[in-house]
Structure formats: structure tokens, C-alpha cells
């Protein structure tokens, strides 16, 4: 019995360093070499109900869509819009091929309970695991919808296991001014890259890249 316990006390602390590591040092893809740098990337973009959506539409006008194919959009379930406006938007530019669309349980409704959102949370937390694990995209792009954080923590945690290492970058609303939302607060040692847009942001928050106004 001593010995079993020996082993899992080990392996316990194995993870817990592995997973300050990961926090300390959040993970960034080696540069692109010469041999690979016409290889599309498979990326995961999260939409969220609102100004969310309305940002990451014009984040979108400024991405490589040769490089950066195909597009997974994902999405809560019971958000329509979000999905109708990226298909309208996507339309009129003729981007149809190389898009698809999931649907993702949304972790907490509005006015939804907090005892209840527990539940849903944990549940949209796995559901995100087995996404990852079917789509295995090699970019996850995110702009603060609470939709991500479930997908962002999933990502986090398959790479403390050792499993599937995926970059995550994040870019704060716009509106951010000051402060980082709550979302950022989750995400900031998590986020591979951590995009404001707002110079403020970047001097008081140091993991912060500044690149000016995108939207």
C-alpha cells in the first residue's frame, strides 16, 4: 500500500510542476522553416453572441485565408445569430469552401442559475475535450466570449498531460481600455499570444502584445 501511494504522490507532483511550467511558460510553436511555409493551418475560431461577433468579423478581413484553412467556427448551441452572421459574412466574400460550423453546449445561459451552471459548465468542459480530440485544429483564435474558456482551459490541460499542444491567441475586446475583461483575467497566463489593443493594457499587464487598433 506504501508503495502505491509512493507512486501517485509522485506522479501528483510530476503534474502539479508540469502545470506552472505550462502556466509560466505558455506554449508557442517553433518559427515556421522554409520547407513548410506553404502548409495550410487548421484553425479553431470561437464565436460569441454580440460585439464579440462583430469583432472577430473584422478581425477575420486581416487573416491569410490561404494559409489559414480550414475554419472551424464554434459556437454555443443556442446562439443562431452569431452562426447566421459569419455565414452571411462569409458569402459575400466567397469564402464558402474550407468552413465548417460546431455547435458547442453553452456553458451558462442568461439569468441561468449559478448552482446549475456548474453542471453546465463541467459538461461543456468535456464536450470541448471531445472536440478537440475529433477536429485536432492546430490554431485556436479567441476574443473573449465566455463560450472559450471551457475550449481554452480543455486546450491548457491536454498539453499539461502531455498530449495536444495547440496555441491559443487571444485578442481583448476593444472596448478594453484599462482593466482586462474577466475572460482575459481567465486566460492570461494561458494564451500563447495575448493581443490588446490599447497601449494602456500592455504596459500595465506585461504578457501583453500591443498592435494597435484592429477594429
Same mark, same amino acid.
Given at each position: 500500500?506504501?508503495?502505491?501511494? $509512493?507512486?501517485?504522490?509522485?506522479? $501528483?507532483?510530476?503534474?502539479?510542476?508540469?502545470?506552472?511550467?505550462?502556466?509560466?511558460?505558455?506554449?508557442?510553436?517553433n518559427?515556421?522553416?522554409?520547407?513548410?511555409?506553404?502548409?495550410?493551418?487548421?484553425?479553431?475560431?470561437?464565436?460569441?453572441?454580440?460585439?464579440?461577433? &462583430?469583432e472577430?468579423?473584422?478581425?477575420?478581413?486581416?487573416l491569410?485565408?490561404?494559409?489559414?484553412?480550414?475554419?472551424?467556427?464554434?459556437?454555443?448551441?443556442t446562439?443562431?445569430t452569431s452562426?447566421?452572421?459569419?455565414? +452571411? &459574412?462569409?458569402?459575400?466574400?466567397?469564402?464558402? +469552401?474550407?468552413?465548417?460550423?460546431?455547435?458547442?453546449?453553452r456553458?451558462?445561459?442568461?439569468?441561468?442559475?449559478?448552482?446549475?451552471?456548474?453542471?453546465?459548465?463541467?459538461?461543456?468542459?468535456?464536450?470541448?475535450?471531445?472536440?478537440f480530440?475529433?477536429?485536432?485544429?492546430?490554431?485556436?483564435?479567441?476574443?473573449?466570449?465566455?463560450?472559450?474558456?471551457?475550449?481554452?482551459?480543455?486546450?491548457? $490541460?491536454?498539453?499539461?498531460f502531455?498530449f495536444?499542444?495547440?496555441?491559443i491567441?487571444?485578442?481583448?475586446?476593444?472596448?478594453?481600455?484599462?482593466?482586462?475583461?474577466?475572460?482575459?483575467?481567465i $486566460?492570461?497566463?494561458? &494564451?500563447?499570444?495575448?493581443?490588446?489593443?490599447?497601449? +494602456?493594457?500592455?504596459?500595465?499587464?506585461?504578457?501583453?502584445?500591443?498592435?494597435?487598433?484592429?477594429?
Open positions: 500500500m506504501y508503495d502505491i501511494w $509512493l507512486i501517485v504522490s509522485i506522479i $501528483l507532483i510530476i503534474y502539479i510542476v508540469r502545470c506552472f511550467y505550462c502556466l509560466l511558460f505558455p506554449y508557442i510553436p518559427k515556421v522553416s522554409n520547407n513548410n511555409v506553404n502548409k495550410t493551418i487548421k484553425t479553431m475560431i470561437i464565436l460569441g453572441s454580440g460585439g464579440h461577433t &462583430a472577430m468579423l473584422v478581425l477575420l478581413k486581416t491569410n485565408r490561404k494559409r489559414y484553412q480550414p475554419l472551424l467556427y464554434v459556437h454555443a448551441d446562439d443562431v452562426k447566421s452572421r459569419m455565414i +452571411k &459574412a462569409e458569402t459575400d466574400q466567397n469564402n464558402q +469552401k474550407n468552413i465548417q460550423f460546431i455547435s458547442i453546449p456553458s451558462r445561459e442568461v439569468k441561468q442559475s449559478y448552482f446549475t451552471s456548474i453542471f453546465t459548465t463541467i459538461y461543456s468542459f468535456f464536450y470541448g475535450i471531445y472536440v480530440l475529433k477536429y485536432r485544429p492546430q490554431l485556436l483564435i479567441v476574443n473573449g466570449p465566455g463560450t472559450c474558456v471551457p475550449l481554452c482551459i480543455t486546450v491548457f $490541460l491536454l498539453r499539461v502531455f495536444y499542444p495547440c496555441p491567441i487571444f485578442v481583448e475586446s476593444f472596448c478594453r481600455v484599462d482593466t482586462l475583461s474577466l475572460t482575459g483575467y $486566460l492570461y497566463f494561458i &494564451a500563447s499570444k495575448f493581443i490588446v489593443m490599447w497601449p +494602456k493594457l500592455a504596459l500595465k499587464y506585461k504578457r501583453c502584445q500591443y498592435i494597435g487598433r484592429l477594429c
